[in-house]
């Protein structure tokens, strides 16, 4: 038999051919590999820059969200920062208040925001702060405070002269008065008139003012009884001082001169001041106008009753004197003490009801009754002067209606204080009548010199 050998398998042999075109694709990927093309390098170059670019949009949008965040956290800062500057600014450093009718200082004082403890601590200890207490309306009250918000000062023109101050001290919690007042220019005024019905209606059409009408009354006062003593056809002049600021009226001062006619009788008057200092009305001769007593103790009231003997009285209805001048005005006219002297009795005496009574020395007394009430500081020993408000028209006692009963005795005596000669006052002193010749000369001249003057201008 044949015996078969076996032998060990071989690899399987390739053709040449395949094993070159194996070994090109290889190196053709690996030339792709290392060498790519153009195409695939320009793609991954687009892919890069397209990445690098999303990168930027992505870092942009963060930054942009990072500093819309940050300018919105600035808005709302400043934003905080501003109302904290709306709330100091809506706090008034100055507030005025404009006094209405029926206000009081406290009810500014609440609108002011000011507790009444404060308003306390300003107007105690100090007098003179009172005066911010007379409120009148239209008036102004200004309150001042510091950055605390602490009331500094109050201050109020109560004229168009003066305006008043109450000031906070730098050492303490007190509070200090002050009043400034404007420096006003004096210039003289000239005024002509003539009696047609009352006084004060010829005057206020002469365009004199009330208060200088009221000075010229009382001049003259001692020897004219303004109420009953005027006629048709009297006449007046006078020269005064008017205050003026920044060419505006603001005032009156004194009446330098003035001259009346009343019954075809001419009174003079010239204001002269002596070297003490001195003020006083005087005649052309150096006499003075003044009287130890006035006429009437009442300005511009009515002769109601005149002094009699044989009077009946009008509610004991039977003859009674009539010792006294009665004088019929409205309720709460003030009355006036005649002369200079000491107050004996200041109370209720029978029917004359409310009763002041005067010695005058020298064997004077003065007697005012049916008064509705004492002024202020009127009292049994007290002294007054003359002109000075004693009380006030009223109807107590044996009394039909509100008026005055004024009695005037000498020496115990009663007398027609209408009729009575009452004793004046010192005249010129020797040593100062040159010095008063020439005021009275100069004043006198300017005083005829206007009134040519406005004749002219009238004809």
Same mark, same amino acid.
């Not at 309150?143 to 008043?164: K, M, N, R």
């Not at 009077?311 to 004088?327: E, S, T």
């Not at 009663?414 to 009729?419: A, G, N, R």
């Not at 010095?435 to 004043?443: D, I, P």
């Given at each position: 038999m044949t015996m078969t050998q076996n032998t060990p398998p071989t690899q399987q042999a390739y053709p040449k051919r395949h094993l070159f075109a194996a070994s090109g694709v290889a190196l053709l990927c690996l030339s792709l590999i290392i060498y790519p093309s153009r195409e695939v390098e320009a793609k /991954?170059?687009?892919?890069?820059? @397209?990445? @690098?670019?999303? #990168?930027?949009e992505q870092v942009t949008d963060f930054l942009d969200e990072q500093l819309i965040e940050t300018a919105h956290d600035t808005v709302e800062d400043s934003a905080q920062e501003v109302a904290v500057e709306e709330d100091v600014d809506t706090f008034e450093y100055n507030k005025t208040l404009t006094v209405a009718s029926g206000d009081t200082l406290s009810v500014l004082f609440n609108k002011a925001g000011i507790s009444s403890t404060v308003m306390h601590q300003v107007l105690d200890k100090n007098k003179d702060a009172k005066r911010f207490v007379s409120l009148k309306p239209g008036q102004q009250i200004n309150? @001042?405070? =510091?950055? =605390?918000?602490? *009331?500094?000062? $109050?201050?109020?023109?109560?004229? #168009?002269?003066? !305006?008043?101050y109450l000031e906070k001290q730098a050492d303490s919690n007190t509070f200090k008065f002050r009043n400034e007042l404007a420096t006003t220019e004096i210039k003289e005024k000239f005024a002509k008139g003539t009696i047609t019905g009352a006084f004060f209606n010829a005057t206020n059409q002469a365009g004199v003012p009330y208060s200088i009408a009221h000075d010229m009354a009382n001049i003259f006062g001692y020897d004219i009884d303004f109420a009953q003593d005027l006629r048709t056809g009297d006449t007046f002049e006078l020269l005064y001082e008017e205050k003026t600021l920044d060419n505006k009226t603001v005032g009156t001062g004194k009446v330098l001169t003035a001259r009346f006619t009343n019954r075809g009788k001419v009174y003079t008057a010239v204001r002269y001041t002596d070297k003490? +200092?001195?003020? %006083?009305?005087?005649? #052309?001769?150096?006499?003075? $106008?003044? /009287?130890?007593?006035?006429?009437?103790?009442? =300005?511009?009231?009515?002769?109601s009753s005149r002094f009699s003997n044989g009077? /009946?009285?009008?509610? *004991?209805?039977?003859?009674?004197?009539?010792?006294?001048? =009665?004088?019929a005005a409205p309720r709460g006219t003030p009355i006036k003490a005649a002369g200079d002297g000491r107050v004996t009795l200041a109370g209720r005496k029978g029917g004359y009801g409310n009763t002041v009574v005067i010695k005058h020395g020298q064997g004077y007394q003065t007697l005012y009754a049916h008064m509705q009430g004492f002024a202020k500081g009127v009292r049994a020993g007290g002294s007054v002067k003359q002109g000075q408000t004693i009380g006030y028209i009223g !109807?107590? +006692?044996? %009394? !039909? +209606?509100?008026? *005055?009963?004024? @009695?005037f005795q000498v020496n115990g005596i009663?007398?027609?204080? $209408? %009729?009575q000669k009452l004793p004046t006052a010192d005249p010129i002193h020797a040593s100062e009548k040159q010095?008063? #010749?020439? !005021? %009275? /000369?100069? $004043?006198l001249a300017k005083l005829d010199a206007k009134k040519d003057s406005q004749i002219a201008l009238n004809e």
């Open positions: /991954k170059t687009f892919i890069t820059i @397209e990445l @690098e670019e999303q #990168a930027n309150f @001042e405070f =510091d950055q =605390d918000q602490t *009331l500094q000062s $109050l201050s109020s023109q109560v004229s #168009a002269l003066e !305006t008043i003490q +200092g001195n003020s %006083s009305y005087y005649s #052309a001769n150096g006499s003075s $106008l003044r /009287k130890a007593f006035i006429r009437t103790p009442v =300005d511009f009231a009515r002769i009077r /009946k009285h009008p509610i *004991l209805n039977k003859i009674r004197a009539h010792k006294g001048v =009665d004088y !109807t107590t +006692g044996l %009394s !039909t +209606g509100p008026h *005055l009963h004024y @009695e009663h007398v027609d204080p $209408l %009729s010095r008063f #010749a020439n !005021t %009275s /000369k100069t $004043l």
